[in-house]
Structure formats: C-alpha cells, structure tokens
C-alpha cells in the first residue's frame, strides 16, 4: 500500500505527522520535526501571547497512556509566525487555541497573511484551560464561534491556506450528524480525531495521590487508553462525511504508536 496521501490539494509523501502537543512548542523540537519523517510540521496550539501553562507536574505517563494537564503552554503566536521561513522541507501547519473567540480571530488575521504557513488546525477541545469547558462540547457556542471566524477573516488573503479542526472525543452516536451539520455550514477542510479524552484521573496507590498537580489531579487522558476511542470518532465522521457527500479529510490521532495502529485508523477512514 502506499503510503502518500493528501489533505485536500496539499499532496503528502507519507500519512504520518505530529499531533500538536508538548513536543512541537520550541523551534528546536519543530526544526527536528521538519527534518524527521513526519510528512508535515505541526506546531503546539498558539495562543496571542506567551504562556507558561498549568502547574507542574502537569504530565506522567506509563505503559498504557498518559495524562496531561499542560495548559497551552507555548511561545505566542508571533513565534510560530516569525519562524515559519525556517521550515524548509515540509508544509508547516499552525495549531491554533486563542482562548477566547477575540483572540483568535487576532491570530487568524495574522496567520493568513504569512504564506509560509500551509494549514492551521483550530483546537476547539483543550480540556486542560482552568475553568473553561470544551468548546466542541457546545453545539451552540461553536457553531457561533466558527461563524464569527468564517464571516470575520478574510481567508481569501490566503486561498491555499487549509483550515481544520481538532475535535474531542465523542461518545454518543447522536453527536456525529449533530457537530456534522454544523461543520458542513463552513469551509473546513480537515478535522482532526481526537484530542486527549477530558478529565480522567491517574491515582498512584503507593503515594495514595494523585499523580499531576493542576485540577485536582484531573487532565487529557493519551496513549493506548485511547486508541478504541480515536478510532470510532475516525469511522463515525468518516461515514457520516460520506453519507452526507462532503469532502471533509478525516485526520486520525490517539494511541498511535506501530503501524498496526496507523493500518486501523486508515481501515476506519
Ligand atoms: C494542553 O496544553 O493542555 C494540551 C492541549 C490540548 O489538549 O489541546
């Protein structure tokens, strides 16, 4: 089988790129992305201006997974613009998380004018923001959150420019028609399945504690945990786009980690 793909008009020699997480922040990590096998640079979500995150520690992993409660940290999004020329070998896509709906319409505005930047994924699903839910868990709250931008932004600036977004996990088969036929009202060529599953809890039973500090130990649960999951929203969207006709690229993402698990998500879709 071969392994090239496209997103949309973008053609891609491999099927394999970073998710935008803790390893995409600096331009160390992203410059090391843009020479591996990666077939794209994805960057950590950009916020307007520079964050330091939730507490630490915010991350622990183990054999099954990982639980993160990072809270965006990241250089702001003038970062991720200025350093965008440096991404030579790869389309460099920007993920984007501006925290509230102004601020991301800021960080679009300047993302469509620099056109050394190739996609942007709009991460509608942290669940790690202290006292924020996850936007993609609103119908309401995003279907006006992404008429604003679409009716806003003058991505016509940019006509090449890709736009995603990264979804959380969803559980009920009700929901994938429902955030369908709000996705299908925009111009929005990928999504990407799925974010960390919100607000699992790791307890370490020698330490009787828990094992992360913000939240109450509470965080994004990663890793094999959540491979099943990953999968089904993957299939779910994928028959949905297609029971519908629309030209939406699904993007699989959680639990990734041998080819055999690149093969299922590819057989889902
Ligand atoms: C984080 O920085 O808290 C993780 C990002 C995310 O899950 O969207």
């Known amino acids: 089988m071969s392994l090239e793909t496209n997103i949309r008009h973008l053609l891609l020699p491999g099927c394999i790129y970073?998710?935008?997480g803790p390893r995409?922040?600096?331009?160390?990590?992203?410059?090391k992305l843009d020479k591996s096998e990666s077939a794209l640079v994805l960057s950590k979500s950009a916020t307007l201006v520079k964050r330091e995150g939730n507490p630490k520690p915010r991350y622990f992993?183990?054999?099954?997974?990982?639980?993160?409660?990072?809270?965006?940290?990241?250089?702001?999004?003038?970062?991720?613009?200025?350093?965008?020329?440096t991404i030579k070998n790869k389309p460099y896509f920007i993920?984007?998380?501006?925290?509230?709906?102004?601020?991301?319409?800021?960080i679009l505005n300047g993302t469509i004018r620099n056109k050394n930047v190739t996609g942007i994924?709009?991460?509608?699903?942290?669940?790690?923001?202290?006292g924020k839910g996850q936007l993609a868990y609103d119908m309401t709250e995003m279907d006006t959150y992404l008429h604003t931008i679409f009716n806003t932004i003058e991505f016509s600036l940019?006509?090449?420019?890709?736009?995603?977004?990264?979804?959380?996990?969803?559980?009920?088969?009700?929901?994938?028609?429902?955030?369908?036929?709000?996705?299908?009202?925009?111009?929005?060529?990928?999504?990407?399945?799925?974010?960390?599953l919100g607000n699992g809890l790791l307890v370490d039973s020698e330490s009787e504690s828990v094992v992360i500090k913000p939240k109450g130990g509470m965080g994004g649960i990663g890793g094999k945990y959540i491979k099943p999951i990953g999968l089904s929203n993957v299939r779910n969207f994928y028959?949905?786009?297609?029971?519908?006709?629309l030209k939406i690229d699904v993007i699989g993402c959680g639990g990734i980690e041998t080819g055999l698990d690149i093969f299922e998500y590819i057989l889902c879709g």
């Open 18 to 20: 970073n998710a935008s």
């Open 24 to 31: 995409c922040t600096d331009i160390k990590e992203l410059l």
């Open 61 to 85: 992993d183990h054999d099954l997974g990982s639980i993160n409660s990072m809270g965006l940290p990241n250089e702001g999004i003038n970062y991720y613009l200025f350093l965008a020329p």
């Open 95 to 106: 993920s984007v998380n501006g925290l509230t709906l102004q601020d991301t319409l800021k």
């Open 121 to 130: 994924e709009i991460n509608l699903s942290c669940p790690n923001i202290i």
């Open 158 to 196: 940019h006509p090449t420019l890709l736009i995603g977004l990264k979804l959380p996990p969803y559980f009920d088969l009700h929901w994938y028609p429902m955030v369908t036929n709000i996705l299908k009202k925009y111009p929005i060529h990928f999504i990407t399945c799925i974010n960390s």
């Open 239 to 245: 028959l949905e786009f297609e029971k519908q006709n």
